[in-house]
């Protein structure tokens, strides 16, 4: 059975940073994009970050890019968000998601996480 499991949210004030990690089990993803997506408070969920299994060329989305780091430790079948300056607007549960082998992150995810908590105080 195939697990994300998301861990490092909570409350954290604007300006500082926040490190999210992702631990998947059950199979790995060394070759699989991983991501992640974020949903605010009465908002669709979107779209934040995706890394290749490869950890070459991020993509980030315009919210969160320069801000924001993705990055993988495929020998811990882990991704990472590192969140820097972060803003009230951050706001939101944050949900870790895995591709399938050889996919792209635009392509249906395969995998989610059950999602943290990510609150941005002013």
């Known amino acids: 059975q195939v697990q994300l499991v998301e861990s490092g949210g909570g409350l954290v004030q604007a300006g500082d940073s926040l490190r999210l990690s992702c631990a998947a089990s059950g199979r790995t993803f060394s070759i699989a994009p991983m991501g992640w997506f974020r949903q605010a408070p009465g908002k669709e969920r979107e779209f934040l970050a995706a890394i290749r299994g490869s950890g070459r060329n991020p993509y980030y989305a315009d919210s969160v890019k320069g801000r924001f780091t993705i990055s993988r430790d495929n020998a811990k079948n882990t991704v990472y968000l590192q969140m820097n300056s972060p803003t009230p607007e951050d706001t939101g549960v944050y949900y870790c998601?895995?591709?399938?082998?050889?996919?792209?992150?635009?392509?249906?995810?395969?995998?989610w996480g059950q999602g943290t908590q990510v609150t941005v105080s002013s």
């Open positions: 998601a895995a591709w399938g082998d050889g996919s792209s992150w635009w392509e249906e995810v395969h995998y």
